[in-house]
């Protein structure tokens, strides 16, 4: 994997010394560029059907550009790895730029492929009960783990964000039947509120040793002030390592457990949209990760014709 002209091989060779001896780049680094480079140089190669050469590199175009994309596609490398290789061309060709007088522009009007956005991944009514009843195993004080127990009650039995837990003030605590939530862009919604979740909200409440008006934040940290999201992930993070759950369960897995588990009790698409505060059924749609067969199920006992 190493280009056939001497003069590409000096020019690859200079760059990886400087990235080396005046970045400082680790050895493996290092590696990985080499490595990089060498598979796009071989790909040129085999697509010009030629020698590579500094015309060649010069007069590249964005057509070769993107086949070599479309290569690395069809072999199935991820986003982050076509990313970082783009990353480490670009790199390559700032550097023959300046050192060694062969510019291409295209390259740098390569756009980098958008990434796929991953849906969180739903875990079973059971493992997320069970970390529930965990979760304040490990808490330092007793009321942080009243704490946490109300913090993850309250995101599972509503189907809340985190931020939008967190937002929350004691006078916006879930005590009635129902609460408002504001959600993204300010848009407000109503949520029921689930008696078990009123009861671990007083429980924490009445144990907590910070003094708290009604404007003072639902969830505190240790001194008092609004609680760290961060805090609470890394409490997630213990709990699911202590139930040997997948390292994909995070504060936002029991949101989306929330409206799975709804789904599967027979609620209607139309009312977990507004429970999570989605702006089109499309959204809620790709977030309960519905398919064709359960939604023509749904239509075929719903519609009057059906």
């Known amino acids: 994997m190493v280009a056939e002209n001497g003069e590409i091989k000096k020019i690859v060779t200079s760059w990886l010394s400087r990235l ?29 059907g030629g020698e590579i050469t500094s ?20 072999k199935g490398y991820n986003f982050s790895s076509t990313a970082r290789a783009i ?6 060709f700032r550097h023959a730029e300046r050192f060694h007088n062969l510019s291409n522009s295209a390259v740098f009007h390569l756009r980098t492929p958008r990434q796929e956005k991953r849906l969180p991944r739903a875990i079973s009514a059971e493992d997320a009960i069970n970390a529930v009843e965990n979760i304040g195993k490990d808490a330092k004080d007793k009321w942080m783990a009243k704490r946490d127990v109300a913090l993850l009650t309250l995101i599972y039995g509503a189907g809340l964000r985190i931020a939008e837990a967190l937002s929350l003030n004691v006078k916006d605590a879930p005590f009635g039947d129902a609460m408002v939530i504001k959600g993204k862009g300010n848009k ?22 910070h003094h708290m008006g009604p404007d003072s934040p639902l969830f505190v940290g240790s001194r008092g002030a609004r609680l760290n999201p961060r805090l609470f992930q890394l409490t997630i993070e213990k709990v699911r390592k202590y139930l040997g759950l997948p390292e994909t369960v995070t504060p936002h897995s ?4 929330f409206a799975t588990h709804l789904l599967s009790g027979g609620a209607d698409l139309r009312s977990i949209q507004e429970l999570l ?6 959204t809620t749609q790709r977030y309960t990760k519905i398919d064709t067969e359960r939604l023509l199920e749904s239509y075929a006992k719903a519609h009057p014709k059906g």
């Open 20 to 48: 080396a001896d005046e970045k400082r780049y680790s050895s493996h680094t290092i590696s990985s560029y080499k490595r990089d480079m060498g598979y796009f140089l071989d790909f040129l190669r085999e697509y010009e």
């Open 55 to 74: 015309e060649m590199l010069h007069g590249l175009s964005l057509r070769e550009l993107r086949a070599w994309l479309a290569n690395r596609s069809k």
């Open 87 to 92: 990353s480490v061309i670009r790199s390559f």
């Open 188 to 209: 407000e919604r109503m949520v029921p509120v689930l008696p078990i979740v009123t009861s671990a909200v007083r429980e924490y409440l009445a144990e907590c040793p």
């Open 254 to 257: 029991f949101r989306h457990s």
């Open 277 to 282: 505060g989605h702006a089109s059924l499309s």
